[in-house]
């Protein structure tokens, strides 16, 4: 129905010299996943926070679903859903009964409502824990239930502001199973974290931002395009000379190299056979190794190139 | 909506052990061990006359109403003071001495009293004072009223004895007059006990600010959950200050059932009236945990100081820490006790002890009823400012 679910154009917050988020523009389109990424601090919950009337910004325009937003627009609350990096939940209710909870300020109708907090029960694989206070809950869980809470009600539009903090690998990936299962029942997703693995893995479209500004978007592939080197080989090597560092940054098609005292990462801008050149250039020089391999650039090596700095920093 | 957050909002309460301790749990635990601790005073120590010192000078001896009150109130078995007449070096030496507990000074018609400490015996003769005090105002007046009715009928002889027995039987009539202040009827006990029941009032905005706290976005995550949701901020507040004063009034039953059945008080005739105070001293104590936690922004353990700080203050002022300091407010800021509702509370229940009128309890109420209808008004306006949660 709606071509562009979130329209957002010069969007700007600044706190008195500060400016936050910085003459934003973009668009999120239906039944698509937006990857906001950027490192900490870089503006993606401020953005996030002024999308959703929490936070009064300085200028620009948001219209979601066709309609400014406002704090007021309670039409255009009723189908977004929020997961806040925060756990949002009460200490003092169970599993069953903050879902419930919170789904009954968007659905009043108790049978529908039934319905739906078992459906988030089961999306986010929590059903043996009902009974549980969020304080029994591990901290992998928690964040399952924390998006149960924002999604129990079906919203058409989600925003998952880091949702995967601190969440151990199992959990982290049975949430990104469930955002892609709710993206796959029609909703619109805006996803902010700064661990470049989720959105490569999640995302149709990404959005870099630095110091709240645009520096960078497009999809995964495209966004790698931007990197000036196209593979990095990776050497595990427990010693390596000077002399010898200097010959490996030589290499054919090579444009750097260096070592950390345990890995020696070459970078190439081109070439077909670079890996097994390397394991030639080992050889040749009687280098013990333990692994080598090979990697495409990754989006922290865009952000790296376009900021120079990581985006964990 | 409303029952939604009225359901969750009792479950979240009820849930709160730390909340469940100090609202339900504590004012209990103080009438019980108030019971234990002044079971035996009241009991076995039956009544101490307190010893005080009178200056007997011109003005004492000219001021009927003060030394014969107090010659009757020193006679007899169930005498309430053991006093010394003496000259003003003589009762000061005697306080300095620590062999009285206070001494009283007529200056003009004005009783001046003056004391060491803070403790029961020098309330007790603090109150008496207050009391003849108040009767010899009620007296001048009753007595200047039958003067200028007689002079307007046009009979200049006057009985005086006539007058005399005329006024007494107003008195007796008067809605403004004094109760009985013999021993058996002066209980300390019951002060503290008014005293805890005023506390457990004011402690119900601990209900509230938690409730508060979890529906503004700028200080819980929750509050953020909620503030993004379709439902209304006004419904949400509604629903969680019912679901506050139905828990605080569960609290208070509770209290008086233990108070009553288990500990034994005695509340007498003023039952309905003290009940009456209790539910608007819990509404001004709801409505001050709002104010609080809309107003001041901070976080949430910050408010938390706030509040209780401001009960706190409210309970010192209001004398809970010694009677005396009400009537140092009462005499020298009278506007603090004006605006506290711990005092507000407080004076009621005493006026319900100690006066058989009911007028000055009513403004106690009232005077609670726009505390609270001000405090409430005061966060609706901070929550309409704050169309942005400002997070």
Redesign the interface.
């Known amino acids: 129905m709606y071509d562009k679910v979130i329209e957002v154009k010069g969007l700007t917050k600044e706190y008195k010299e500060l400016k936050a988020v910085d003459d934003l523009s973009f668009d999120v389109y239906e039944k698509e996943i937006l990857g906001l990424l950027g490192p900490n601090g870089s503006g993606k919950s401020t953005t996030i ?1 002024s999308i ?5 910004y300085s200028s620009g325009t948001i219209n979601i679903f066709g309609k400014e937003m406002k ?2 627009a ?2 255009i ?2 189908d ?1 859903g ?1 997961i ?1 990096q ?5 200490q ?2 169970t599993v069953y ?1 903050n879902i419930d ?2 789904c ?3 659905i ?1 109708d108790k049978n529908r409502r039934k319905q739906y907090v078992e459906d988030a029960i089961e999306l986010v694989s929590i059903g043996n824990y009902k009974k549980f206070y969020p304080k029994q809950l591990s901290g992998g869980l928690l964040r399952r239930l924390n998006i149960a ?2 999604i129990a009600h079906k919203p058409k539009l989600i925003f998952l502001d880091e949702p995967t903090v601190a969440v151990d690998p199992q959990s982290r990936n049975n949430i990104l199973e469930g955002i892609r299962k709710l993206r796959d029942n029609g909703a619109t997703i805006l996803y902010t974290t700064h661990y470049m693995e989720e959105v490569e893995q999640l995302c149709d479209r990404i959005i870099i931002i630095d110091k709240g500004k645009i520096i960078a978007s497009g999809t995964s592939d495209s966004l790698k395009k931007l990197a000036k080197i196209e593979e990095k080989i990776t050497v595990e090597i427990h010693r390596l000379s000077e002399e010898f560092l200097e010959k490996a940054k030589k290499l054919e098609h090579a444009t750097d190299a260096f070592y950390d005292g345990k890995m020696l990462i070459v970078s190439y801008n081109g070439g077909k056979n670079n890996i097994a050149n390397m394991i030639d250039f080992l050889r040749q020089n009687n280098l013990s190794y333990l692994k080598v391999y090979s990697e495409r650039p990754s989006l922290n090596d865009v952000f790296l190139e376009l900021t120079g700095k990581e985006l964990r920093d | 909506m409303f029952i939604h957050n009225f359901k969750y909002s009792l479950k979240v309460l009820l849930k709160n052990k730390q909340l469940v301790f100090w609202t339900l749990a504590f004012p209990i635990i103080m009438a019980v061990l108030f019971n234990m601790a002044f079971s035996d005073i009241e009991n076995n120590e039956k009544f101490d006359a307190v010893h005080i010192a009178v200056v007997d000078d011109e003005d004492f001896r000219n001021n009927k109403m003060f030394s014969e009150t107090l010659k009757s109130l020193s006679d007899g078995e169930d005498k309430v003071f053991e006093i010394n007449y003496v000259d003003e070096e003589k009762a000061k030496k005697m306080l300095e001495d620590s062999e009285i507990k206070g001494y009283l000074k007529i200056v003009g018609s004005e009783p001046e009293i003056t004391i060491n400490s803070n403790g029961v015996e020098e309330t007790i003769f603090c109150h008496v004072i207050d009391e003849i005090k108040s009767d010899s105002s009620i007296v001048q007046d009753l007595g200047m009223k039958y003067v200028m009715q007689k002079i307007r009928s046009g009979e200049y002889q006057m009985d005086f004895n006539q007058a005399f027995t005329e006024i007494a039987d107003e008195m007796m009539d008067s809605d403004v007059s004094v109760k009985d202040n013999s021993p058996d009827n002066i209980s300390f006990v019951m002060i503290e006990y008014y005293s805890l029941i005023a506390m457990a009032c004011m402690y119900s905005g601990l209900l509230s600010m938690t409730l508060m706290n979890y529906r503004l976005a700028n200080i819980s995550a929750v509050g953020k959950r909620s503030a993004v949701s379709p439902a209304k901020k006004g419904g949400m507040i509604m629903g969680s200050l019912a679901a506050s004063f139905l828990v605080q009034i569960i609290g208070l039953v509770m209290l008086y059932l233990i108070m009553i059945f288990y500990v034994k008080v005695d509340f007498g005739n003023n039952m309905p009236m003290i009940i009456l105070l209790s539910f608007v001293g819990s509404l001004a104590g709801l409505s001050l945990g709002v104010a609080v936690s809309v107003l001041i922004k901070a976080g949430e353990n910050a408010k938390l100081t706030a509040l209780i700080g401001v009960v706190m203050a409210g309970c010192f002022f209001a004398g809970m820490m010694g009677i005396m300091m009400k009537n140092i407010i009462d005499k020298n800021a009278p506007i603090v006790n004006y605006i506290n509702p711990v005092a507000m509370i407080t004076d009621g229940f005493y006026t319900l002890y100690y006066y058989n009128g009911l007028d000055r309890f009513y403004i106690d109420v009232i005077s609670l009823l726009i505390f609270s209808a001000v405090m409430i008004l005061i966060s609706l306006r901070g929550l309409r400012r704050q169309r942005y949660d400002s997070i």
């Open positions: 926070n959703l009337s929490l936070l009064k704090p007021d309670y039409d609350k009723r977004i929020v806040f925060e756990v949002a939940v009460f003092e209710l009964d909870y919170f009954g300020l968007y009043s809470c924002g």
